[in-house]
């Protein structure tokens, strides 16, 4: 491809971020929402006992995965917008879709195709949006995205519980009008308007030849990584149905639980935005996994709201760390940052999905304790594998 001195006559003004940056609000307070109505909508609709219900939860996650090894890399051809507004529009008809499920295997399809849609938006919006930046900068725009996208994960669960409050269905139904929203600013903000004061394009110049910078800590980072959602998934899967029926916690004070972990995370994004004193380092990794191991160590036989509160803020603020040493090193010095962020996002997908899976079974032998011993158990190989795997690529 060539690049060229001066836009083209038709070229849009926008900044990309202008549009990336609510797209990714909008789609993690749909998301969330989504996740954790989804749970009471089976349970309370198609009566599934919890073992199925993690299943259920996590089945996205395994399609997610697949799109994004196997979908994917088939419609590169497609621009980043478009596959945006692709995956928006048809995330609001599969949520509206689940309204009309007639019994849980219908659920389990649905939720297998909303996950190959999925693996079409996020990829195409962080490669869009990290394309030529590099240290600091890359640093600050990773750091507002994930401000975007995990304040939407704030308000997602808050707003879930409250519509549950109302009615079991009203998340799916509110989470499918956000995104068909989404897919229409989308539309409409990336159409090219034309700019008066634009002269015609120069000769084009040849660019300079690309070299891979990539850097070999992006394999550590992908270990704690996958571990850190490894958990998320097991306690997204399980935690909503054993609050309520074990702990006797409302569906307005579940979604209150997750919401304050999502500012916990939240503020760890804010706060690796303000600070490079991370970037390419080790040891903020291993803070981040030994921050989410003590965590659910301290779960464990924990039924007391406001330490079950403070201990999961820990541990999703270490996912936060986490998230961030992935996406930064991952991205750092790549030449094909959208097949990188396809990593980044599968590695979630196949955590989410086995955490999930393993949540369900875990609860079913040994309640809420069995689901925190197990992710204390993970975390603890996966801090141990981190670090060799650090010094491995440290040698010279």
């Known amino acids: ?14 900044s990309p971020t202008t549009i990336i940056y609510p797209a990714a609000f909008a789609m993690a307070f749909a998301l969330t929402q989504v996740a954790l109505g989804l749970i009471f909508f089976a349970r309370d609709i198609h009566h599934a006992q919890p073992g199925p219900i993690g299943w259920l939860a996590g089945t996205w996650a395994l399609t997610y995965t697949i799109g994004c090894v196997v979908l994917r890399p088939r419609v590169r051809h ?100 956000v995104l068909l929203g989404t897919a229409l600013f989308v539309a409409l903000a990336t159409r ?57 916690y409302s569906e307005t004070l579940i979604g209150f639980i997750f919401f304050i972990r999502a500012i916990a995370n939240t503020v760890a994004f804010v706060g690796m935005g303000h600070t490079s004193a991370w970037h390419f380092r080790m040891g903020p990794m291993l803070v981040g996994q030994v921050l989410m191991l003590v965590a659910f160590v301290g779960l464990i036989g924990n039924d007391t709201l406001v330490p079950i509160i403070i ?22 010095g790549s030449l094909d940052r959208a097949h990188r962020m396809a990593i980044h996002e599968a590695l979630i997908g196949v955590g989410l999905f086995i955490g999930s899976a393993a949540g369900g079974v875990a609860y079913t032998v040994a309640s809420l304790n069995g689901v925190y011993i197990m992710s204390a158990l993970v975390l603890a190989v996966g801090t141990v594998i981190q670090t060799a795997v650090g010094r491995h690529h440290a040698r010279p």
């Open 1 to 14: 491809m060539l690049c060229v001195s001066k836009l083209p006559m038709h070229a849009s003004t926008r």
């Open 78 to 177: 497609f621009s980043a917008p478009n596959q945006v507004l692709i995956a928006a529009a048809s995330l609001a008809a599969i949520f509206a879709g689940m309204q009309f499920a007639p019994n849980l295997l219908w659920l389990f399809a649905l939720q297998g195709l909303f996950g190959l849609m999925l693996s079409l938006y996020w990829p195409a919006l962080l490669g869009w949006l990290s394309t030529g930046a590099e240290g600091a900068d890359l640093g600050r725009l990773v750091s507002r995205f994930n401000l975007m996208w995990s304040t939407g994960n704030i308000f997602g669960p808050y707003a879930c519980g409250w519509l549950l409050h109302v009615h079991v269905r009203l998340p799916l139904i509110v989470g499918s009008a």
């Open 192 to 248: 090219e308007r034309p700019r008066p004061d634009a002269t015609p394009a120069e000769v084009p110049v040849p660019p300079a030849p690309a070299v891979d910078r990539s850097t070999p800590l992006r394999y550590p980072a992908w270990v704690g990584h996958f571990a850190a959602y490894f958990t998320v998934g097991a306690l997204m899967g399980v935690f909503p149905v054993g609050a309520r029926e074990q702990l006797g």
């Open 311 to 332: 201990l999961m803020s820990v541990a999703n603020f270490a996912v936060g760390i986490t998230y961030s040493a992935s996406i930064f090193h991952g991205a750092s």
